[in-house]
């Protein structure tokens, strides 16, 4: 029976297991706590072992099982990620609902392994933790498919900071059993015989939960809600009774890398453990789950970007071509694989891409690398850069081209197939760099500063293309230390430059936290900004019919020129909107009346009679009116048969809805407000069939 490759992505649970506070306690007394770690065990100021969070894995691992038809027979809980975003209550209920995310084949004989991710909330709406599972189906290999990605943490070359001892009972499966994994393999002789082993083994998740208990202990005694992240792989069958040795190295602040050793034999019985544990607030920007790529992250910038998004959950597509700082050379594989280790060596995850960004399959193979390593890709950093910089005569056709190529191209080449994936998923955030240089001017740098705001043009459209998709689409400015700027800025400047400095901006921009789009930031030396194109009020000369003569601008060029009262634009329209309504002469405006009407109700009073049958013959639809703020109210229109009724509330299904504040309402009713202009600057909002919205002009003639 083949494996149901098409079950990737499919919807599995929601799951709820209801528990109590003994759930959480016999939990912990099946891992081992007793007195020396009270808190786990009465109910008196109860705290619950994050691990406990695994139970809830039983459901899910079934329908993994039986949704992707594998040899029941031969499957092993391989790998076990859990990220924990809340402390888990004493009691409640566990929600439960993820997919399948991949099947990687080993090959035939070998095996296959099936990726599982799944979120759990809290019925207080809390998210508990993301948890990410992998099953080694031993017989279920040989389909044909990817191998899944080398994933090794990194154990430094030295002896063990931290070692735990623990003794699990012979009689511990019985009780670890009771938390919901009942199966035969751990209680039954003559099963376990079936199996090929001697008798019944622990289970891996008892002795993972062990050593959960020895990583709080060691890092974050008492305060279990401090743990982060905790990740492994099931090596070995360990037999009841067996103690153990958890063995901890301390890799940086906030992160250790761990393994469980079976004291009596010396087989690794867990490997490539990871645990993350720290005060951090609440508001922590994480990237757990997410897959970036950062492009020129060899040095410079791009290796901060990456090293700090893998520290906080990323998985990191490090691409650098490794050339000279103006791109001539073969390249080299050095500065991407460095950074690919310096992350592993923090516990993290990453892949060294080499590809030239400059070329369309560069970009698509850089992309593949994000795919084929971790299945997608959230978030591009558009960072590679070079620099040829020459005064404007002496710019020959390739230092222009090939400055271009990089930077401008390059963002188009990765940012086509990344956006794909990311309008597929309905997620994304990507970053381009510009410049300062870019943005203001700087002598001798006309491609490099072309190119810059080139990037800047791609965000703006970028940005609108996505928005539907939740693609954010922004851009930095940043200034720093790094080879590229190493004979431009000022020595002393330098050493104060630490790209360090800019990271936090890039790293907010390309989080979910952050919902802006379409802008632009510099950053550098810890000072941050925001930049913006705006555009002056002007003046309007001549009516817009005749041309007017270039001295008549002289006669305005103040007024031309003045940005007083500037404003920004999100869009084409919403300027065009502006430039629209400089030529719509308001009627009360010009003429100087007063407003016909005083409020809303006044307007829907009025309506019955600035209907107009004759122009109404074949119209059937029903608007409704919601108009917010001081004397709005909600009124509906049904115009059907040539008559039209108008009353206050709302109707079950109208044909269209329009939005608006009770002050523009009367702007708009009263001749001082074009509805073009209402609407293109959002003042007026309109859902449904927004086409019937057309209609409204031509079947009321008000008589102000
Ligand atoms: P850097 O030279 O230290 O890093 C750039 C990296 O991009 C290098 O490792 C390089 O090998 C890689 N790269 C170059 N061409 C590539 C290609 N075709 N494909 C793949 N990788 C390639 O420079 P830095 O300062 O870190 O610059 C990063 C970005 O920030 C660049 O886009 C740069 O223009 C921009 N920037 C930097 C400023 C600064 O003050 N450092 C100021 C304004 C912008």
Redesign the pocket.
């Known amino acids: 029976m083949a494996l149901n490759l098409d079950a990737v992505g499919k919807k599995i649970g929601p799951f709820t297991k209801d528990y109590t506070w003994k759930d959480a306690v016999l939990y912990a007394l099946g891992v081992g706590a007793g007195f020396s770690d009270l808190e786990y065990c009465y109910e008196k100021d109860l705290k619950v072992i994050p691990s406990f969070g695994i139970t809830t894995i039983y459901d899910f691992m079934a329908e993994v099982a039986t949704t992707s038809n594998v040899n029941l027979a031969g499957i092993l809980h391989g790998e076990q990620e859990l990220i924990f975003h809340n402390p888990i209550p004493p009691e409640g209920a566990m929600i439960t609902e993820g997919a399948i995310k991949h099947y990687y084949d080993k090959g035939k004989d070998k095996g296959a392994l099936i990726v599982g991710e799944f979120e759990t909330s809290h019925s207080n709406g809390q998210k508990l933790f993301t948890s990410i599972v992998t099953v080694f189906a031993r017989l279920d290999g040989g389909f044909g498919g990817e191998n899944a990605p080398a994933k090794e943490v990194a154990f430094p070359d030295r002896d063990p900071d931290f070692v735990v001892d623990a003794s699990p009972s012979a009689d511990q499966p019985l009780i670890y059993r009771l938390s919901g994994d009942v199966f035969q393999l751990h209680v039954d002789q003559e099963f376990a015989e079936m199996a090929g082993f001697e008798k019944p083994i622990m289970h891996g998740l008892c002795t993972h939960g062990y050593a959960c208990r020895s990583l709080i202990q060691t890092f974050i005694p008492g305060e279990p809600e401090k743990a982060r992240r905790m990740d492994c792989r099931f090596k070995r069958p360990l037999y009841p009774g067996m103690p153990v040795r958890i063995v901890i190295w301390k890799t940086d602040e906030g992160r250790a890398v761990w393994k469980v050793i079976n004291t009596e034999t010396k087989e690794v019985v867990i490997d490539n453990g990871v645990f993350e544990y720290g005060d951090i607030p609440k508001t922590e920007i994480r990237f757990d789950g997410r897959v970036a790529i950062v ?2 992250a ?5 290796r901060t970007y990456a090293l700090e998004l893998a520290k906080r959950g990323a998985k990191v597509v490090v ?5 000279a ?1 103006d ?1 001539s050379g073969d390249g080299s594989q050095a ?1 991407a694989d460095k950074v690919v280790d310096e992350i592993k060596a923090l516990g993290g995850e990453a892949v060294a891409n080499y ?4 070329t369309v399959d ?1 970009g698509a193979n850089i992309v593949k690398t994000a795919l084929d390593a971790f299945g997608t890709v959230d978030i591009l950093i558009n ?4 620099l040829r910089d020459k005064s404007f005569l002496k710019m020959e056709p390739e230092n222009w081209a090939g400055v271009l190529d ?2 401008l191209n ?1 963002a188009y080449n990765v940012s086509r197939p990344a956006f794909a994936v990311m309008k597929e998923k309905g997620y994304g955030r990507i970053l381009m ?5 870019g943005l203001y001017g700087n002598f001798g740098q006309t491609n ?1 500063t072309a190119a ?1 705001m080139g990037l800047v043009g791609l965000m703006n459209t970028l940005k609108l293309e996505g928005r539907k998709y939740s693609i954010n689409v922004n851009t930095i ?9 190493e004979d431009i ?1 000022p020595p002393d400047f330098l050493d104060k ?1 630490k ?1 360090e400095l800019v990271t936090p901006m890039a790293l907010y921009l390309v989080s979910e936290v952050c919902t802006a789009s379409g802008n632009i930031y510099n950053a ?1 030396l810890g000072c941050f900004n925001r930049v913006a194109m705006v555009t002056g009020p002007g003046a309007v000369v001549g009516d817009g019919q005749s041309v007017p003569a270039p001295e008549q601008l002289v006669a305005e060029w103040e007024k031309i020129t003045s940005l007083q009262g500037a404003r920004e634009y999100q869009d084409v329209t919403e300027q065009i909107g502006d430039l629209l309504a400089a030529f719509s002469k308001p009627a009360a405006a010009s003429t100087g009346e007063t407003a016909g009407f005083g409020s809303a109700t006044d307007v829907f009073d009025a309506m019955p009679a600035a209907f107009v049958a004759d122009a109404a013959s074949g119209v059937d639809v029903v608007f409704q009116y919601i108009i917010s703020g001081e004397g709005g109210g909600d009124w509906h229109s049904v115009i059907k048969d040539q008559t039209c009724r108008v009353t206050s509330g709302s109707h079950a299904k109208p044909n269209c809805t329009l939005k608006m504040d009770a002050a523009d309402f009367l702007d708009m009713m009263n001749g001082k407000l074009p509805a073009m202009q209402a609407y293109t600057s959002g003042k007026l909002k309109i859902e449904g069939d927004i086409m019937k919205s057309q209609l409204i002009e031509k079947v009321f003639k008000w008589n102000r």
């Open positions: 492009t020129g060899g040095a410079g910038l791009g691409n650098d071509l490794g050339g700082r791109g500065p590809d030239n960004v400059a560069g960072n590679a850069g070079i990089v930077h390059g760099t510009t410049s300062a240089a490099y810059k400015a940043p200034v720093a230390a790094s080879r590229l700027t800025l430059l790209p550098g």
